[in-house]
């Protein structure tokens, strides 16, 4: 049975010091937004963010406080499991399309697929470790964030969630294809849960689409959140939270002490045209998540 919620959505679109509310199909373009901050490769320092979702249950609203620890932490990492892929028969993918010596599918191989044929990637331990530990560096550090934040003590480290992980790239995964930057979906074939709902998705609905907030996931739940940050240009996560925490809304977001999870999602556009200033080579989104019980 279905958990009768509430949920309030606060959202604010930036591209750096501007930006509005729907999605652009020329994210760089010196001509149009002299605003933005324009890089030597013409792609750089895109940034949007949404504030936080809260989803406090109706049937009992009451928080309970807890305690967390920085000492040994569970990154939520497992060396000995990866997610599961959600393709049949490999043999009927592209040729153009790169398999590892596991059959697995990357992010920037399964960006090219059909979504006919969208499956959700692989992506390593290695690399859920490596951003786990810049984020959670970032985060440790108390900072102040800017115009309407201000300063922000720092906040314990997030564990990583594969549903997270999950709802990132399918955001990725339709910005790329459908030449969009902005936290709502395109509305094509390209934006899966979209596609299953009759509509545009927003942030929410991909990330229930990808299970964080299914029933049995939530039960002993008394409240729970979301938050959401895309980057696009950048080519490191080093040079992505640099992006961020000096955007304010974006450092709020990251340096939220109530967030618990996270998981990211990095696209190399396979369509980038280098310095024809519409383009983006790299897409970013961030996910944010928490379930107090």
Not at 108 to 121: F, G, H, Q
Request: aromatic residues 8%; hydrophobic residues 30%; charged residues 25%.
């Amino acid at each position: 049975m279905n958990k009768n919620i509430s949920t309030i959505v606060l959202s604010t679109i930036f591209l750096i010091s501007c930006g509005d509310n729907n999605n652009t199909t020329t994210p760089v373009n010196q001509t149009i937004d002299t605003n933005i901050n324009i890089e030597d490769n013409n792609n750089s320092a895109i940034l949007e963010e949404q504030n936080i979702t809260k989803i406090n249950t109706i049937i009992n609203t009451q928080e309970q406080n807890t305690t967390n620890t920085t000492n040994n932490i569970d990154t939520g990492v497992n060396e000995d499991t990866t997610i599961k892929q959600e393709i049949t028969d490999t043999k009927s993918l592209p040729s153009s399309v790169v398999l590892d010596v596991d059959n697995r599918v990357s992010q920037d191989e399964a960006v090219k697929l059909s979504p006919s044929n969208y499956t959700i990637p692989f992506i390593s331990s290695s690399d859920k470790i490596r951003y786990l530990e810049a984020i959670n560096e970032a985060r440790a550090v108390a900072r102040d964030c800017g115009e309407g934040v201000g300063f922000v003590a720092g906040a314990d480290p997030l564990v990583w969630n594969d549903d997270l992980f999950k709802a990132s790239y399918e955001h990725n995964y339709d910005m790329v294809n459908s030449i969009i930057f902005g936290h709502n979906g395109s509305g094509s074939s390209f934006d899966i849960t979209g596609s299953k709902l009759s509509k545009t998705s927003n942030t929410e609905e991909r990330i229930r689409n990808n299970n964080y907030l299914d029933d049995d996931k939530m039960v002993g739940v008394v409240e729970a959140g979301i938050g959401e940050n895309l980057a696009g240009g950048y080519v490191s996560i080093d040079e992505a939270i640099n992006g961020w925490v000096n955007s304010p809304l974006h450092c709020k977001n990251l340096m939220d002490s109530s967030f618990k999870e996270m998981g990211i999602s990095k696209i190399k556009n396979p369509k980038f045209i280098e310095k024809d200033g519409k383009t983006i080579e790299y897409y970013w989104t961030h996910l944010f998540g928490y379930k107090n019980k």
